[in-house]
C-alpha cells in the first residue's frame, strides 16, 4: 500500500456533521413540543398526532415497566401493521429497554428461535393467547383506559435501541445490536441529505424485521414528518400500494427495485424522493423514476444502521448505478485480504466504519470479533471497521461501484466467473427486468452455470437475442449454460431475490 492510495481513501470519506447526541425519546419529546397537533403516524382511517403518539407510547412504557422491564433489557414485539404499530417501537424505547422485532407471519420455528437467543422479558402483541412466545411476560399495544404514563426513562446514545435478526451464510438468525447514537446519527445524515421536513409524509413499507423500517419510522419521527404505513394488503397489492402513494401524496419513498418497477411514476407528481437499495437494477428503472425527483441509490448492511452509501442518480443510465460514496459521518475502504487499501479500479473488500457501526453480534463474540475489526486508518481510540465481505471496485472520481459477495465468487474449468458481471449484462439487456446469475450442481456432481431471467412488462423475451448480446458483453466460458424465463423471479419479504424458490434449470432446452 502507498501513502497516495492511503490518502486518496481518506479524501473520499462522508464529511463531519454534528448531530444532537441524545436518547431517541428525547429527540422525539423535541417534535412533540415543536407541534404537539401535527400527525405523527397514519393508517387507513386511522392516525394518531404527535401529542396522542407521546401519550400512547408513554402509557405503554409504564405497562412495560410494571411488568418488570428494566433499562437495558429487551423487549419482543409483533403486532399489525397500523398506527400501533410505531406505538410499540416507541413505547419499548421509553422504558428503557431495546426492541427487538417480530412478525406475526414469521414460522413458529424462527419466532423460537429468536425469542431463545433474544431472551426478552416481556413481548408486546397482539395476540396474548399465542403460544409461541412461551412464558413471556405478554403486553396488549393499547391498554383499556389509556391513562398516560411516568416520565420516560432516562437513557444515553450509548443505550442499546433495537435487536434485528439477520440470517447468515448458514442460515441461523443473529441479533445485530444498534445504539440509540447510530440511529439519531443517521437520521441526521438523512435528513441533511434529503433535506428532509415536517412538511414530508414518508411511506412505512418496509417489515418491521428490516432495517429499511428504521428509516421508514425514525426518519420521519426525528425529524416532524408524517408516517404513512402501508397495511399488509398494501404491501401485497400493487395496485392499492399505488393508490396508498397517490392518496397519501407521499414524498419520500424507500422501496425495493422489483417493487418499484411495477409501479407508475407519472401518476405520483407529490413523491420528491425515491430511496432504492438492496440489490442491482437496471438503468432503465433510473430513467423511468428520475425525472423530476431525487432517485438516491442507498447502499448498507443492517450492522451499519440502514443506510451508509448513497448516490444521486442524475441524467440517463444503461447499466446499474454506482453505490456512491459514504454519508456524512461514515467511511468507506476498498482493501485487499490483508485490509491495505487498494488502487482505483482494482476490486476488493469493501470495509466500513461511522457512527453507524453496530455494536456487533448478540451472544457471538467469536463472529462478532471477526466481522468488526479495529480500524488501522482511523484517528479515533477504539474506531472499528465492519467487513461487508462485498466485492467493490473504486472509480476514478471516488464513487464506489458494488460487484458482488465475496462468497458468490466460483470458480468453473478453472475459470474464476463474479455471478454478478453477468447478471450486469443480462440486465443491460432491454428485455430483461430482473436476472439471477448462480452455479448448479448436477446430481453426478457436474457445475454448470445458470440464469434466471424475467421479462419487463408486455415484452416477450427472445432467448436466441438475449444470448447473442451476452456474447458481445461476455468472454465465451461465462455465458450461461442454461437461460430460464419466468413470469417474475420469486422474492424474499424484504424483495430481494429468492435464489432457494427457483426451479431447477432444464438443460437443452436453450444451450
Request: charged letters at 25%.
Amino acid at each position: 500500500m502507498t501513502a497516495e492510495v492511503l490518502d486518496n481513501e481518506r479524501r473520499r470519506q462522508g464529511h463531519r456533521l454534528p448531530f444532537a447526541d441524545r436518547s431517541i425519546p428525547e429527540r422525539f419529546a423535541e417534535q412533540v413540543a415543536r407541534d404537539p397537533l401535527a400527525i405523527a403516524v397514519a393508517a387507513g382511517p386511522e392516525m394518531l398526532t404527535y401529542a396522542e403518539l407521546d401519550a400512547a407510547s408513554a402509557d405503554l412504557a409504564d405497562r412495560l415497566r410494571s411488568v418488570g422491564v428494566r433499562r437495558g433489557e429487551r423487549v419482543a414485539f409483533a403486532v399489525r401493521r397500523d398506527p400501533w404499530l410505531v406505538v410499540a417501537m416507541l413505547g419499548i424505547l421509553r422504558a428503557g429497554a431495546a426492541f427487538v422485532p417480530l412478525e406475526r407471519s414469521m414460522p413458529a420455528d424462527r419466532v423460537r428461535t429468536i425469542l431463545g437467543d433474544a431472551t426478552p422479558c416481556a413481548i408486546v402483541t397482539d395476540d396474548l393467547e399465542a403460544e409461541v412466545y412461551g412464558g413471556i411476560a405478554r403486553v396488549a399495544t393499547r391498554s383499556a383506559d389509556g391513562s398516560g404514563g411516568r416520565p420516560v426513562e432516562q437513557l444515553s446514545g450509548d443505550d442499546v435501541a433495537y435487536v434485528l435478526y439477520t440470517s447468515g451464510s448458514t442460515g441461523t438468525p443473529k441479533g445485530v445490536v444498534v445504539s440509540h447514537r447510530a440511529v439519531v446519527a443517521f437520521v441526521a445524515a438523512v435528513e441533511q441529505l434529503f433535506q428532509l421536513t415536517p412538511a414530508d409524509r414518508i411511506v412505512a413499507f418496509a417489515a418491521s424485521v428490516f432495517d429499511v423500517s428504521i428509516f421508514d419510522v425514525f426518519g420521519a419521527l426525528l425529524t416532524g414528518a408524517r408516517i404513512q404505513v402501508a397495511t399488509d394488503a398494501d404491501r401485497l397489492n400493487v395496485r392499492r400500494l399505488q393508490r396508498l402513494l397517490e392518496d397519501e401524496r407521499i414524498t419520500v419513498a424507500d422501496l425495493p427495485p422489483a417493487v418499484l418497477g411495477m409501479l407508475d411514476p407519472a401518476r405520483l407528481p407529490a413523491l420528491r424522493v425515491v430511496f432504492v437499495g438492496g440489490e442491482a437494477y437496471p438503468g432503465a428503472l433510473v430513467n423511468a423514476w428520475n425525472q423530476g425527483r431525487r432517485f438516491v441509490n442507498g447502499y448498507g448492511p443492517t450492522e451499519c444502521t440502514v443506510t451508509m452509501i448513497t448516490h444521486d442518480c442524475d441524467g440517463e443510465w444503461d447499466t446499474s448505478p454506482p453505490i456512491g460514496l459514504p454519508i456524512a459521518n461514515h467511511v468507506a475502504y476498498v482493501v485487499d485480504e490483508h485490509l491495505d487499501p487498494v488502487p482505483d479500479g482494482v476490486p476488493g473488500e469493501l470495509v466500513i466504519g461511522g457512527t453507524g457501526l453496530a455494536y456487533g453480534y448478540l451472544n457471538r463474540p467469536g463472529q462478532t470479533a471477526k466481522a468488526f475489526v479495529p480500524d488501522p486508518f482511523g484517528t479515533e481510540p477504539g474506531a472499528r471497521l465492519y467487513r461487508t465481505g462485498d466485492r467493490i471496485r473504486r472509480l476514478p472520481d471516488g464513487r464506489l461501484v458494488f460487484l458482488d459477495r465475496i462468497d458468490r465468487q466460483v470458480k468453473l474449468h478453472g475459470v474464476r466467473i463474479e455471478p454478478g458481471e453477468v447478471e450486469a449484462a443480462l440486465m443491460c439487456d432491454p428485455q430483461v427486468a430482473q436476472a439471477y446469475v448462480t452455479v448448479w450442481v448436477d446430481a453426478d456432481g457436474r457445475k454448470r452455470l445458470v440464469a434466471y431471467v424475467a421479462a419487463r412488462d408486455g415484452v416477450t423475451i427472445d432467448q436466441r437475442r438475449l444470448r447473442a448480446r451476452l456474447t458481445q458483453r461476455l468472454v465465451s466460458s461465462v455465458i450461461p449454460a442454461v437461460t430460464t424465463v419466468l413470469p417474475a423471479l420469486p422474492l424474499t419479504s424484504s424483495g430481494k431475490i429468492d435464489h432457494r424458490a427457483l426451479p431447477a434449470p432444464v438443460f437443452g432446452a436453450n444451450a
